[in-house]
């Protein structure tokens, strides 16, 4: 996906690295921050567009992956989300991905998985599945 940029943001650094390498690997363009905050840091000094935010769900210290979602969809309309999460209980998520709003991905996943997931996403291709 030449030409693709995607804000991989989690507060794991080995989730982080694992995402950013196999996405790197496919083409995209990679830009992280290990928090919410920092990754409002990284946008506010990234002059190109975002095309997709991929979020774990639960960071700290203030910023969730919800809250993010949040503010990155003010700051850049038209980003796309694709949550990750090894929990499954965040209601708010799974009303944004029954409502085409975002999509999901679960912890831990291969390298295919988050290939597929995210070329899909990109795609805004029909109704995201969980």
């Known amino acids: 996906m030449e030409g693709k940029t995607i804000l991989v943001v989690d507060d794991n650094a080995s989730i982080v690295q694992f995402a950013k390498t196999v996405l790197y690997m496919e083409g995209y363009t990679v830009i992280f ?3 919410g905050e920092d990754a409002l840091y990284v946008n506010d000094n ?3 567009p975002i ?11 203030k910023l969730n992956g919800c809250d993010l979602a949040d503010a990155m969809r003010k700051l850049r309309p ?3 989300v694709l ?16 409502t085409g709003q975002a999509d999901f991905l679960r912890k831990p996943f291969s390298p295919s998985d988050l290939l597929a997931r995210v070329a899909r996403v ?7 599945q969980t």
């Open 78 to 80: 038209g980003i796309r």
């Open 122 to 128: 990109m795609a805004g291709a029909g109704q995201p």
């Open 83 to 98: 949550y990750m999460s090894a929990f499954t209980d965040d209601d708010r998520v799974f009303q944004e991905v029954r």
């Open 46 to 48: 990234h002059p190109f």
């Open 51 to 61: 095309h997709l935010l991929l979020t774990d769900i639960r960071m700290g210290p």
């Open 33 to 35: 921050g290990a928090s």
